[in-house]
Nanobody, 116 residues
Framework: QMQLVESGGGLVQAGGSLRLSCVASGSLFSTITMGWYRQAPGKQRELVADITRNGNINYAESVKGRFTVSRGNAKNTMYLQMNSLVPEDTAVYYC??????????WGQGTQVTVSS
């Protein structure tokens, strides 16, 4: 009943910036968190940043000071502003919603590739 669509990925040189967007449809009343995850080849999917309905934000240590997660005014959108990108940021980035029933909803992912 919930659909998530990411956009904004692409190829960028090290030091550049990208802004990812996630648009959610369906009910968000039961949402606990919205977040961004990423998965690089050969690695497990990992948390990049998430934000609760209360506005609490958690960042992976590797992206602190470079990435900023935010919610849109309508609360059905989420953004990830990525600055000072490095090749280690290369991954497929996924939008995720966690609801109060411990159900997770995932978008299709968007590829971010950072070249040196």
């Amino acid at each position: 009943q919930m659909q998530l669509v990411e956009s904004g990925g692409g190829l960028v040189q090290a030091g550049g910036s990208l802004r990812l967007s996630c648009v959610a449809s369906g009910s968000l009343f039961s949402t606990i968190t919205m977040g961004w995850y990423r998965q690089a080849p050969g690695k497990q999917r990992e948390l990049v940043a998430d934000i609760t309905r209360n506005g609490n934000i958690n960042y992976a240590e590797s992206v602190k000071g470079r990435f900023t997660v935010s919610r849109g005014n309508a609360k059905n959108t989420m953004y990830l502003q990525m600055n000072s990108l490095v090749p280690e940021d290369t991954a497929v980035y996924y939008c995720k919603v966690l609801d109060v029933y411990a159900r997770s909803y995932w978008g299709q992912g968007t590829q971010v590739t950072v070249s040196s």
